[in-house]
């Protein structure tokens, strides 16, 4: 490559990363290098319907050479960034370094257990192809072991579900696992009936999906509990052993909750790259570990550096910070791209504010069942679970998985059968 072009180096193929390099397609005054420590690019909202036997994960999973490999002026590297030296303009790899020009930032988050870590190995997340596949098995073997079982005690432990956080993944986690129990087992175990399973969602809130209209939240614990699953409000999960997880009220009235499947959803932190561009930079941290951006995403001081996603505390023009979700993600390694070249046209003066256009949010239930609400329109049920399908589809990056995984989603519609029934993690 020619050495007198413009070097931009992007961390992470997720939402934001894909999304920076794709925004920069075609640019033969750019070098782009996109380094990431995984060689694909996940679609990480699809990752619950993996934990819970729908999809496998090569349906939501695209390799990023393949995503990129008609943009010419993009190439990617599988690395492991360790730190950077902003000054010399170098980031660091565990493999090596590179030198950039413009750097964008965004490595994604990780789960958060509020300080108790240990927890982890008890309550798996959902952030990864491995936490997915681990819930997979976890969920699984528990029927599995139920049916070689003797002990009542123990078969309604191993078959008592515990789903920490009434976010959408929390949501769509509970909804799933009264559907395998309810319908997709049916009939198939001779010892224990799987219906008979307790699946609880605990929410530390007064509401589920505290970032949607009061109704939807509504409808949406309405259509959990049609399913069957008991649900705690204003409840916090305070300690989780192997034994299962002791539970707190807003009052402080506890209870322990004998459970062998304890998911967690409860929250997520920043990814540790931000700690190391505080140290190399200087640059503010929230309590969460994200980065203070500046109004168009880079951080004070260092314009050629911009942090984007997850990792990025970037207010909406209000004091509030905007929510760590995938279309935040992709408008703001947008506007970070389109800085660059404006910059480079030379009309990048000034600093204007990267201004975030909410198009909904929305979470399934199960199936044909899902709230969404998009400005002022609300919809939940059916035409809910429509839009939800159609609005992952065209967002799913591979034309190939997006067939794949519509032919698995109308199966699943009509068999209520999950094909993805493997359990393929050893330790569990």
Known sequence: MQGTRHRVVIVGAGFGGLYAAKALRGRRDLEVTIVDRRNFHLFQPLLYQVATGVLSPANIAAPVRAVLKRQRNVRTLLGEVTGLDPERRRLNLREGALEYDSLILAPGSLTSYFGNDGWE?????????????????RILSAFEQA??????????????????GGGPTGVELAGAIAEIARHTLTHEFRTIT???????????GERLLPGYPPELSANAQH????????I??????????????????????????????????????????????????????????????????????????????????????????????AQVAMQQAAF??????????????GMPRFRYRDRGSMATIGRASAVAAAGRMRMKGLVGWLAWLFIHLMYIVEYDNRVLVLFQWCWYYLTWNRSARLITNPEE
Request: some cysteine.
């Open 121 to 137: 190995q008890h309550a798996p997340g959902l952030k990864s192809v491995e936490d997915a596949t681990r819930i997979r098995a």
């Open 147 to 164: 049916e070689l079982e003797q002990v009542p005690e123990k078969i309604r432990r191993l078959l008592t579900f515990v789903v920490a």
């Open 194 to 204: 799987p219906a008979d399973s307790r699946i609880l969602l605990v929410q530390g």
């Open 223 to 230: 259509s959990l509990e049609k399913l069957g699953v008991e």
């Open 232 to 325: 705690l409000l204003n409840h916090k999960a305070v300690d989780v052993s192997e034994q299962g997880v002791l539970v707190r009220s807003d009052a402080g009235a506890e209870q322990f909750v004998d459970s062998a499947n304890v998911l967690w959803a409860a929250g997520v932190r920043a990814n540790p790259l931000g700690a190391a561009l505080r140290e190399a930079t200087g640059c503010e941290l929230d309590r969460s570990g994200r980065v203070i951006v500046e109004p168009d995403c880079s951080i004070a001081g260092h314009p050629d550096i911009f942090v984007v996603g997850d990792m990025a505390h970037c207010d909406d023009g209000e004091g509030r910070p905007l929510p760590g979700v």
């Open 336 to 349: 970070a791209a389109r800085r660059i070249t404006e910059r480079l046209a030379g009309r990048g003066q």
